[in-house]
């Protein structure tokens, strides 16, 4: 078997060899071609070579901004390819009618047995295309529609299909407000469905009426293993309902309800479900205000139940009373082996409680205590339980209030526990004491393979503690020394300590100040050392000694792959010496130097990396005062690299003619997918410019131009690129001055672009006038999925425009008019849209000038509809 993933683009010679495998390589059976940008065109050619292709069995083509048309030509290659059992098209645009014709596809396909369209926009008409499929189709068994707006006619569409289909086992529906009406559709599907075994409807607005549904289906269903009801909106009645089910259900093995409104009676309710079900293993409740009370009613469930295996309760304010009788529970629970009990109050009294738990239970593997109130008493109690239990292998205790003594008393039980391997202890107070303790135990452990130290001020003296430890310690892969005051003689010590050690892969030392000397310490390591593959130095002060001693250790490196040099300072003869050093270099492929003072007279030398490179892929030089004269720089080299996908060039004082250099770069760039140019001043000039290569270029697909004096001219000059061909998904063209003329030009564009997802207008006085061009165009538009209109002085005018193309508009999801002049008219307006108007996700009016009245509708129809309603 052969497995191919990489980077091509729409076009170029990568995709041509592509095809060619497709057609000849007898071998490849897998193929990865996720986020390259290959668009329908792309997708056309790939359908092509797959109804040649008899061996290929996976395809994956997410993110790749295909549409329908290039859905259309795939679905034409599944009618005669016989081979291929995993297409993943998620994270397209497909929509409804790509969803229809994958749908013909099925009808005759006998061999696909898992298809992924999550986040495709296919709306209520693409689920009951499918749904007709699967009346007929007799070997798909996995199908993802997650976040696809099918709302609670596609639920009702596919509900009919499961009483008939014979062969789906997993279908995720998560995140399409599918309400109450859809989960009743689905639970009386589930009554006399007997194979499908997962169901995902997480996030879709179920209340208690749906929840209830549910109840009665898993009442009656013997198939259903695995039910996920997170981040809905029932309390404590749908919850009654569900307990009750469990008694009675014999397969459900897990069960997500996290994020709704449960409370404790809700808990009490599911307590004695626990007590009389055998089946259930995993149990997610977090953030759920389960309280003590809950927490008391669940640890009685625990002692009686021998199935639950994972339990998670994190952020349910219980405290130090529920983890005491949770704990007890523990002490006679024999299965369960997970336990989430981060973000709740427990203190000492808590965790002492834990100890005579982790003392005799023998199942318990996984403990999270983050973000709780434990201070050394208790991790002094935890460790005597560390030392006594022998199956625990993760501890989180991130995020406390433990100091060195607490510290201390765990690394002595580190030295007799061996089979702890991940501990966090990040965001304490363990310092230097602390840290020495913990250095001595890593000395003896031979288990713990990853260690989070991050944010405990353990300075010099702790980093060079850990260091010694790490000389000899054998296990350890991560470690992280984060934002914890070590200066030079710190990072001199562990540079040491890296020349001999050979199995740390991760070392993060953001937030400190090595300074120069301990970057150069870290280089000579570097030289030598053949494990380190990450290296975060972020915001060290690192300045010209230590970037250079940087550069001469990349020529003999060869496993570094992701350096971080954000917020240090590149200066004079370092970006040369980087250059150099990066040609050669064959593994880095994420290289960040935001906020590192290069400028456009230290660019020269840098950018001449690109031009020979062919590993990088990331590339981060946000404010750096790089100008115009550095943009030239950097275009040249553009236009020879052939691996860059993601260029951050904000905040760096280019003006236009530096965006001019940048876009006859892109004209050529077959690689390029994001530029980011905010907080530049490239202004109408520039605009122009890139307008005109984004005619051109085919891969481009997010642009950021946030804060660049662009007025109307630029506007228009980008509206005409997005008639024209261009690849755009994403554009941001927030805080300029494109005024209301600007917003005409892009509402011309909206009427005939069929790529653009997401436009941020936010902050350019658009007012009323603009507001009711965009309206207009969204009457017709079918692919803008996100607007963004916020601060533009609309008044009730424009958002009475804006409601009645919400009554039309059959694809935007994301509206946000936050900050406007908006009354409660224009309120009224919007409510009365949101009845009709079957997409819209989320809806912002927050800072408007809304009434009580205007705040009633809107609450009502919050209350009535899926959307989201901020205001």
Not at 229 to 252: D, Y
């Amino acid at each position: 078997m052969v497995t191919t993933s990489h980077k091509i683009a729409t076009g170029s010679e990568a995709l041509a060899e592509t095809l060619n495998a497709l057609k000849t390589n007898l071998a490849l059976t897998i193929l990865n071609l996720e986020d390259n940008s290959i668009g329908d065109s792309g997708a056309q050619a790939i359908s092509g070579a797959i109804e040649a292709n008899w061996n290929l069995t996976t395809l994956d083509l997410s993110s790749n901004s295909i549409r329908s048309n290039g859905a259309q030509a795939l679905s034409e290659a599944l009618k005669i390819n016989s081979t291929l059992t995993t297409l993943n098209l998620g994270y397209n645009k497909i929509r409804s009618k790509g969803a229809q014709a994958l749908s013909e596809a099925l009808k005759s396909n006998s061999t696909l047995t898992t298809l992924n369209l999550a986040d495709n926009s296919i709306r209520s008409n693409g689920a009951q295309a499918l749904s007709e499929a699967l009346k007929s189709n007799s070997t798909l068994t996995t199908l993802n529609l997650a976040h696809n707006s099918i709302r609670s006619n596609g639920a009702q569409a596919l509900s009919e299909a499961l009483k008939s289909n014979s062969t789906l086992t997993s279908l995720e529906l998560n995140g399409n407000s599918i309400g109450d009406d859809g989960a009743q559709a689905l639970s009386e599907a589930l009554k006399s469905n007997s194979t499908l075994t997962s169901l995902k409807l997480n996030g879709n607005s179920i209340g208690d009426d749906g929840a209830q549904m549910m109840a009665e289906a898993i009442k009656s269903n013997s198939t259903l293993t695995t039910l996920n009801l997170e981040w809905n909106s029932f309390e404590s009645i749908g919850t009654q309902a569900l307990a009750q089910a469990l008694m009675a259900n014999s397969t459900l093995t897990t069960l997500y309800l996290s994020g709704n409104w449960i409370g404790n009676n809700g808990a009490q309710a599911l307590a004695q479900a626990l007590m009389a079900n055998s089946t259930l293993t995993t149990l997610y409740l977090s953030s759920n205000w389960l309280g003590d009370n809950g927490a008391q009613a669940l640890a009685q469930a625990l002692m009686a139940n021998s199935t639950l295996t994972t339990l998670y309760l994190s952020s349910n304010r219980i405290g130090d009373n529920g983890a005491q009788t949770l704990s007890f529970a523990l002490t006679i629970n024999s299965t369960l082996t997970t336990l989430d009990m981060s973000n709740n109050p427990i203190g000492d009294i808590g965790a002492h409680a834990l100890l005579e738990a982790l003392s005799t239970d023998s199942a318990l593997v996984n403990l999270n205590l983050r973000n709780n109130k434990i201070q050394d008493n208790g991790a002094q109690a935890l460790s005597g339980a560390i030392e006594a239990n022998w199956n625990l292998t993760t501890l989180d205790l991130s995020s406390n209030s433990i100091r060195s003594n607490g510290a201390q008393a765990l690394s002595e039980a580190l030295k007799i526990n061996s089979t702890l391997t991940t501990l966090n202890l990040a965001d304490n107070s363990i310092r230097s004491n602390g840290a020495q303790a913990l250095s001595e135990a890593l000395k003896s452990n031979s288990t713990l393979t990853s260690l989070e130290l991050n944010g405990n001020s353990i300075g010099d003296d702790g980093a060079q503690m850990m260091a010694q430890a790490i000389k000899s310690n054998s296990t350890l892969t991560t470690l992280n020394l984060g934002c914890n005051k070590i200066r030079s003689n710190g990072a001199q010590a562990l540079s040491e300590a890296l020349k001999s050690n050979s199995t740390l892969t991760s070392l993060k030392l953001n937030d400190n100040s090595i300074g120069d000397d301990g970057a150069e310490a870290l280089a000579e390591a570097l030289k030598t050392n053949s494990a380190l593959t990450t290296l975060d130095l972020w915001g060290n002060k690192i300045w010209y000694r230590g970037l250079l001693a940087f550069s001469e250790a990349f020529k003999s490196n060869s496993t570094l792959v992701t350096l971080d040099l954000q917020h240090n300072l590149l200066k004079d003869k370092i970006a040369l010496a980087l250059s150099d050093t990066i040609k050669a270099h064959l593994t880095l492929t994420t290289l960040e130097l935001q906020r590192s003072l290069i400028g456009d007279n230290r660019a020269p030398a840098l950018v001449e990396v690109f031009k020979t490179n062919s590993t990088l892929t990331t590339l981060d030089l946000g404010y750096n005062s790089i100008g115009d004269d550095g943009s030239l720089l950097l275009s040249g080299a553009l236009k020879t690299n052939s691996t860059l996908t993601t260029l951050n060039l904000a905040g760096n004082s280019i003006g236009s003619d530096g965006a001019l250099a940048l876009a006859e770069a892109i004209k050529i760039s077959t690689t390029l997918a994001t530029l980011d140019l905010q907080n530049n001043m490239i202004g109408d000039n520039g605009a122009l410019a890139l307008a005109e290569a984004l005619k051109i270029n085919l891969t481009l697909t997010t642009l950021d131009l946030w804060g660049n004096l662009i007025g109307p001219i630029g506007a228009q000059a980008l509206s005409e690129a997005l008639q024209t061909g261009s690849r755009l998904t994403v554009l941001y063209l927030q805080n300029n001055s494109i005024g209301s003329t600007g917003a005409l030009a892009l509402s011309e564009a909206l009427l005939t672009n069929l790529v653009l997802a997401s436009l941020d207008l936010w902050g350019n006085s658009i007012g009323d006038c603009g507001t009711l061009a965009l309206s207009e165009a969204l009457k017709s538009n079918h692919t803008l999925i996100t607007l963004h209109l916020q601060r533009n002085s609309i008044t009730d005018n424009g958002a009475q425009a804006m409601a009645e193309a919400l009554k039309i508009n059959s694809t935007l999801s994301i509206l946000n008019l936050a900050g406007n002049l908006i009354r409660d008219n224009g309120a009224f307006a919007l409510s009365q849209a949101l009845e009709t108007n079957q997409t819209l996700a989320f809806l912002e009016l927050q800072n408007n000038l809304i009434g009580v009245n205007g705040s009633q509708a809107l609450h009502h129809m919050s209350l009535s509809m899926s959307c989201t309603i901020g205001y």
